[in-house]
């Protein structure tokens, strides 16, 4: 978002008054954002099979060693990273759910003491699509009533949360979590070993679940329970994304989920419970008053409303009947973001990207492929679409992550005498192409327009096809457009690993968006995922990174995250790692 370099690497939830990054809150049913792009990433669809690529590749970029993080404020009592290939790695016992500092909208750090009290008010469009704590949906309000066993911090390390204290064996296929003791589920009952195995099982259920908890959790071949406070997951292959796993996967209360007002409530063991849910309309959350974690959260309520349109959200934080307004416009929430009044929050989560159909003609054509990735003005997107608040990139990881290369990500800018040179080597004249957006994301209408002037230089008509939501989804998840889409990647703060699995448009076996596979793409993933050693999984994302660039079936165009606006009142509401917004530690000065 931000152009500058320096602000490239934080990876959590920032405050400021003009952002590194921007995007629509993820994955809402009847949502108005990326979260509609998200949904299409992660629903299930049949395998089609890819054609087969017609021409040599054009060589990409050269590589360079991908960039470090910036460095971060070390976590309390952190765990040693699973990626590290030392024996029996453990936590210590105490800390909560990590933080981060909070800045004004001047850069500055919030001072002063949280203030116990207060209802905070808080618009979101869209209602949740169900009540659910295993529907993964990004920043909406679905993980507020939530913890996990534990949750990444800002350096993508895994921080204690339920799980207080944890051992991993040295090849990463056996992890020993100690629970905390004494957590209440909002009903009064006791977390035990015996929910979190009903959890993992529970979670491997397609109707219950998405597709990343439900392959993930079959992972773990034997789960033990040697006692109350014991839980030992064992798997039959190194699983060096295990704490991605973690940080996706909610617990929830199994007696609510099995029993007959499984539709109607949602409990967990988090700082707030669900006290109200009238659909379509409104959400309120209560302080669950014996919370794990002593002394929080501050806030006695939460009122969300569920908004339509919103332009008219981002009217209500202005007029002073709301709090915060959870991804507004991005032309809103640039101009909001530099009034002293208010904050902009960003979440690092998604890529936005361009897909193309490789089941027909003519994207089923690598060349044209490429030429596209050529003629994609992604500094007009960046400045235009985005309002000068994200960064341009050439490849699917974010910042933050292992598989990140600075230069690899400059892979691809506009140039159009090397598309028109590509074009002509496809031998094909009078191309006309769809590319298929959805009403509900005003981002991808302007990505569109901006490719549909650059594509007409080199001979290329495209036609905009903008559809509701759910025909969207049906579109790009079921392969019947015809040419190239707008859509945006999921899981992209997690392992490229985690990425390619779980996001519809990266997925390695063909049932991706695009309907691309290719052997060599399945081997490099498949060697990627059970790698242990991060130096050589790394060695592996390079050539995968190699392979995306040079088979253009995904596009990435941009680094864009969630965000939001608060009124300047508002306090330490923390980003996750996985894309959603924590009320934990928020409170109103």
């Known amino acids: 978002m931000d152009v500058n370099p320096a602000n490239r690497s ?13 995007r629509r ?78 800045t004004t909208a001047s850069g500055a750090k919030t001072t002063g003491q949280p203030k116990s009290g207060g209802t905070l008010r808080v618009g979101q469009v869209g209602d949740i699509p169900r009540i659910d704590g295993h529907l993964t949906t990004g920043s909406d309000t679905t ?16 921080q204690p949360m339920l799980a207080e204290s944890w051992e991993q064996n040295k090849d990463q296929t056996q992890i020993k979590l100690n629970l905390r003791k004494g957590v209440e589920f909002h009903t009064g009952r006791e977390l035990t070993s015996e929910d979190v195995k009903w959890n993992v099982i529970w979670v491997r259920q397609p109707q219950i679940a998405s597709g990343a908890l439900i392959n993930q959790s079959k992972w773990w071949t034997e789960i033990e ?19 991605d796993f973690f940080e996706y996967f909610n617990i929830v209360d199994r007696e609510t989920a099995e029993g007959p007002e499984a539709t109607t409530k949602m409990v967990g063991t988090g700082p707030f419970a669900l006290a109200e ?45 709301l709090d915060v307004a959870i991804a507004p416009p991005v032309g809103d929430y640039a101009r909001l973001i530099d009034d002293p009044k208010y904050r902009g929050v960003t979440v690092p989560s998604t890529t936005f990207v361009i897909g193309a159909n490789t089941t027909m003609d003519p994207t089923n054509n690598k060349i044209l492929r490429q030429a596209i990735n050529w003629a994609i003005d992604r500094q007009r997107i960046a400045d235009v679409v985005f309002h000068k608040t994200v960064n341009p990139t050439s490849i699917p990881w974010i910042p933050s992550s ?41 981002d991808q209408l302007g990505v569109a327009q901006i490719l549909q002037f650059e594509l007409a230089k080199i ?38 690993i985690t990425c390619i699995a779980n996001s519809r448009h990266l997925d390695s076996t063909g049932n991706s968006n695009s309907g691309f596979t290719s052997e060599k793409y399945r081997e490099l993933h498949t060697a990627a995922s059970i790698e ?11 050539q995968i990174t190699d392979l995306i660039l040079d088979e253009s079936f995904t596009m990435p165009l941009a680094s864009v995250p969630n965000r939001m606006v608060t009124r300047a009142a508002v306090q330490n509401i923390i980003g996750s790692r996985h894309g959603s917004l924590l009320y934990n530690e928020a409170w109103i000065e």
């Open 10 to 22: 934080a990876p959590n939830a920032t405050t400021t008054s003009r952002p590194r990054l921007t």
């Open 25 to 102: 809150a993820a994955l809402r049913l009847l949502a108005t954002g990326s979260g509609v792009m998200l949904l299409a990433a992660c629903a299930p669809t049949p395998p089609v099979q890819s054609a087969a690529p017609t021409a040599a590749p054009a060589k990409p970029a050269d590589t360079a060693k991908p960039a470090a993080p910036a460095a971060t404020t070390a976590p309390a009592a952190a765990a040693k990273p699973a990626d590290a290939p030392k024996p029996a790695d453990s936590t210590a016992a105490k800390p909560a759910a990590p933080t981060m500092a909070v």
């Open 143 to 158: 993980w507020i009533p939530f913890d996990r066993l534990t949750a990444y911090d800002e350096k993508l390390q895994p």
């Open 225 to 243: 329970t040697p006692d109350k406070y014991t839980v030992i997951l064992k798997s039959d292959q190194p699983r060096p994304a295990t704490f």
């Open 277 to 321: 849910w009238i659909q379509g309309d409104r959400l309120r959350f209560v302080k669950h008053k014996n919370y794990w974690d002593k002394g929080k959260p501050y806030l006695d309520e939460i009122h969300v409303t569920v908004h339509r349109d919103p332009q008219a959200m981002a009217a209500q934080i202005e007029a002073g009947t």
């Open 402 to 442: 292992d598989g990140y290369d600075a230069e690899k990500a400059k892979s691809y800018s506009l140039n159009l005498d090397k598309s028109k040179a590509l074009f002509a080597q496809t031998g094909l004249s009078n191309i006309e192409l769809d590319v298929t957006t959805s009403t509900a994301v005003n």
């Open 459 to 496: 001979g290329i008509k495209l036609n905009v096809k903008t559809y509701e939501p759910g025909a969207y989804i049906n579109q790009i998840n079921n392969r019947r457009y015809q040419g190239i889409y707008v859509g945006n990647t999921a899981y992209a703060s997690m392992q490229p």
């Open 532 to 542: 242990p050693d991060l130096a050589k999984r790394k060695a592996l994302y390079a």
